[in-house]
C-alpha cells in the first residue's frame, strides 16, 4: 500500500482532472492516468473525477446574464489585441459576434 496523499497533492491531483475533462478526455483515460501517474486505484480515481466534475459544475453555474457579460468583455480585448496587431477581420469578426449576442445584429 502506497504512502497516503496530503490535502495538497489531493487537491493538485483533483485540478489536474479538470484539465484533462476539459481537454475532452474520457473517464477511462483519466483513471488510466491517475493509476500510472499517482498510482491510484480505479475506485480513488472515481473519487476524484466527482470532485473535478463539481468544480466545474461550480465554475459554469452562474446567471445567464453574468456568462453573456463575461464573454462580451473577452469579445472586446479579443477586438482590442486585433486592432493593435493589425489583424482587422479578426476585430470585425469579435464585434459582429458581440452584436450577434447582444441581438443588436439580426441573423435572418
Not at 474520457?26 to 492516468?33: D, F, G, L, M, V
Not at 461550480?58 to 469579445?75: C, N, P, T, V
Amino acid at each position: 500500500m502506497g504512502k497516503k496523499a496530503t490535502k495538497a497533492e489531493v487537491d493538485r491531483r483533483i485540478h489536474e482532472i479538470v484539465k484533462l475533462l476539459c481537454s475532452a478526455k474520457t473517464n477511462s483515460y483519466i483513471r488510466r492516468y491517475a493509476a500510472e501517474e499517482w498510482g491510484s486505484s480505479e475506485r480513488q480515481a472515481d473519487r476524484y473525477l466527482v470532485r473535478a466534475r463539481e468544480i466545474i459544475q461550480a465554475d459554469y453555474s452562474i446567471e445567464r446574464h453574468e456568462f453573456m457579460a463575461s464573454r462580451i468583455a473577452l469579445l472586446d480585448k479579443i477586438a482590442e489585441k486585433s486592432i493593435a496587431q493589425g489583424q482587422h477581420s479578426n476585430a470585425v469578426g469579435a464585434i459582429r459576434l458581440q452584436a450577434e449576442l447582444t441581438r443588436l445584429l439580426d441573423k435572418n
